[in-house]
């Protein structure tokens, strides 16, 4: 038998000890890392979502709005990326990042020693994927704790996502100075351009930033960013991604960049988007949480330039008068989209809405809807009434109603239909409303699309109910299409983040009206305009009538409180409400705001436009008519006006005031030529 020297024994033993305790710490390790890995995949995906800045943009897809919250981040797929910015980040933050999974171990080694001999945490080696979990999850202190936590994060990210998810995350979330998150915010902010717009000498200077964003940033130190966009250029050639050339021609390139844009915001329009707002609420169910920081891209109706005209002309008009407040709501009528809206005089001295949120009495605006219900019962533009100071009784007798006319002028004679609007007669309108039955105008106005509740009394005629200047304007739009009604429409679509549209609004239009009677109330309405009605009284639109230059159609209202202008061509329907928020408003000295900022916005917002007449619609036929009594007009009629009736309703007999006057006329003529044959005979005998 072999002897085994007890040295030997000792060093096999030992040898045996040390094998053992490997194998254990082995398999301690490998059920460590497996536990691990088991925990971090049952944690699941990590969500990757992270506050976003949202983006409103006008009917041209311009950006009017963004809810930046201190923070402006937009994401952006990796197609939407310059390729170069890829390269470039890549070469420069993490040349191993398709290999590994979440940890390069060669520079966390070289990291911790450098750590150790100097006693901090001053070396990082993180790599995009521990930055990205950094961004997501965790703050920005250096400690070993979080260096851990960061750890468990970097490997749930890579087992539950791609390597391209994770980069494009991380592109996304990285922050690159001056409140810019993300490469999109990046790009826009230094160069004002997207981010796959980006050149190489670009791309290599903003992927510099992220490393110090105050102290790399070229709108800081200019020649120290510069330094470090030529490291990265020469990383990209030693990368293999760009060549030296490339590398000299982009380091050569001088870049332009965008100084005036830190802490800029878009605010075109604010009442506007506060209903914007309000509406992906109330009506979409959106949380507000997503609405502020979940990176939407809302595409409204509003068009910019229309809403910078509205604001220069209530500026113009009521400068000086800070005691006047003022609304104004421009639409377009085949489509209810919203294309201006205002508000009040500031948006951030009083956000309250007067245009969709404020109920005021319309005035004589709702004649339009009563005159169209007459129509409909019979009446035509050439029906006569009596307009002289009367008192209606009602409720059985029970109760005296006495309006008046404006000024307390009245015809004291009988008046059209034509007449009464242009002129805006109140006793007309009340003997209309009391004829015809008080629930037909409520059910009439509610057709047109008056959804306020509407009081059953004679008052209503003269617009003695509270309503909204965007109910006003929404119902007139049925005037300018043709007889349809329409939705109001503020948004076009909604897309979230991830480029899904979540809500695709499109118009809601509906055909609702008898459009022969539609094109006989525009008619109607053009009479305010007009100057030739030799009325009792001029028009209430002939102190406008010099600024517009193409075919409209509108109507007025006053009340002691209230201005009213709404009015339409066949492309724009728009309404301006001018007032003070509480008391009495001086009518003499304030009461042509409202007309004067209607005719001259509309006119300047169409002056590129097509002067289009409304749509004549067969079963109409236009004749001429004295204004007056409704006749035909004779030949000697001093007041003659082309006027449009259902074919069948025109007027048959011809006015024979006139037709007696010129047969006096002519008598008279034929009487002074025979006194002067009689003068000359004697005188030649």
């Not at 009017?64 to 994401?75: H, P, S, T, V």
């Not at 309006?403 to 015809?411: E, I, T």
Request: contains cysteine.
């Amino acid at each position: 038998m072999e002897v085994i020297p007890r040295r030997a024994k000792r060093k096999r033993h030992w040898f045996r000890t040390l094998f053992r305790l490997f194998l254990i710490v082995s398999i301690l390790a490998m059920s460590g890392v497996v536990s691990l890995l088991l925990y971090t995949k049952a944690q699941g995906p990590p969500p990757l979502q992270v506050a976003q800045t949202t983006r409103y943009f006008g009917i041209n897809d311009t950006v009017i709005g963004e809810n930046r919250m201190g923070q402006n981040r937009y994401w952006v797929p990796m197609e939407n990326i310059s390729e170069d910015l890829i390269h470039a980040t890549l070469s420069i933050e993490d040349r191993k990042f398709y290999q590994h999974y979440g940890f390069d171990f060669t520079r966390i080694g070289g990291a911790v020693v450098a750590n150790v001999r100097s006693g901090s945490m001053a070396q990082g080696a993180s790599t995009i994927t521990q930055q990205y979990a950094r961004n997501l999850y965790l703050g920005h202190d250096k400690t070993w704790q979080r260096k851990i936590n960061e750890a468990l994060y970097a490997l749930r990210l890579e087992m539950n996502y791609s390597k391209k998810d994770i980069l494009e995350g991380y592109l996304n979330t990285i922050y690159y100075g001056h409140g810019a998150y993300g490469i999109e915010a990046a790009a826009l902010h230094y160069f004002d351009k997207n981010a796959s717009e980006l050149s190489l000498a670009e791309a290599s200077m903003l992927a510099g930033i992220p490393k110090g964003p105050s102290y790399y940033s070229p709108l800081n130190d200019l020649e120290r960013a510069t330094n470090r966009q030529h490291l990265i250029l020469q990383t990209m050639v030693t990368s293999g991604y760009i060549s030296q050339a490339e590398a000299d021609t982009a380091k050569a390139e001088p870049l332009v960049f965008v100084t005036d844009q830190e802490d800029a915001s878009v605010t075109t329009g604010l009442y506007f988007q506060s209903v914007v707002k309000q509406t992906l609420m109330q009506e979409y169910g959106l949380d507000e949480e997503v609405i502020e920081n979940g990176g939407l891209q809302i595409y409204t109706t509003l068009d910019p330039e229309l809403q910078q005209l509205a604001e220069e002309w209530v500026e113009k008009e009521l400068g000086p008068h800070e005691e006047l407040q003022s609304a104004l709501i421009a639409m377009d009528p085949k489509t209810g989209d919203v294309q201006a809206l205002i508000g009040g005089r500031n948006y951030f001295e009083s956000p309250f809405n007067r245009a969709t949120q404020a109920k005021r009495h319309p005035g004589s605006v709702f004649k339009a809807f009563l005159y169209y219900a007459a129509l409909e019962k019979g009446f035509t533009p050439a029906s006569t009434l009596l307009s002289e100071p009367t008192t209606f009784s009602f409720d059985d007798g029970r109760t005296d109603y006495t309006p008046s006319n404006f000024g307390d002028r009245y015809a004291d004679d009988f008046i059209t239909l034509v007449q009464a609007m242009a002129l805006s007669d109140n006793i007309y309108a009340v003997k209309t409303h009391l004829y015809l039955g008080t629930n037909v105008l409520q059910e009439t106005a509610r057709r047109f699309g008056i959804q306020s509740p509407l009081h059953d009394l004679p008052s209503l005629a003269l617009g003695a109910s509270e309503v909204t200047l965007l109910e006003l304007v929404t119902s007139y739009s049925a005037f300018a299409n043709g007889g349809s009604t329409v939705e109001p429409r503020f948004i076009r679509k909604v897309v979230d983040q991830e480029g899904n549209v979540i809500i695709n609004n499109e118009p809601e239009v509906v055909q609702e009206f008898d459009e022969r009677l539609i094109y006989i109330m525009n008619d109607v309405m053009k009479a305010m305009f007009e100057t030739n009605l030799d009325g009792y009284a001029n028009g209430t639109g002939r102190s406008i009538a010099h600024i517009i230059n193409r075919p409209v159609a509108g109507k007025s209202g006053t009340t002691d409180t209230d201005s009213w202008m709404i009015g339409y061509t066949p492309q724009l329907t728009a309404g301006v409400w001018v007032g003070p928020d509480t008391g009495e408003m001086n009518q003499s000295l304030h009461g042509q705001h409202a007309k004067r900022i209607w005719a001259n916005f509309l006119e300047e917002a169409l002056q590129d436009e097509l002067k289009l007449a409304f749509h004549v619609p067969e079963g109409v036929k236009g004749v001429y008519i004295n204004p007056n009594n409704g006749m035909l007009a004779s030949e000697g009629c001093p007041a003659k006006r082309l006027t449009y009736f259902v074919e069948g309703t025109e007027p048959t007999e011809t006015c024979p005031v006139h037709n007696e006057e010129v047969e006096e006329m002519i008598d008279e003529e034929e009487h002074k030529k025979e006194r002067f044959l009689d003068r000359f005979i004697k005188w030649f005998n």
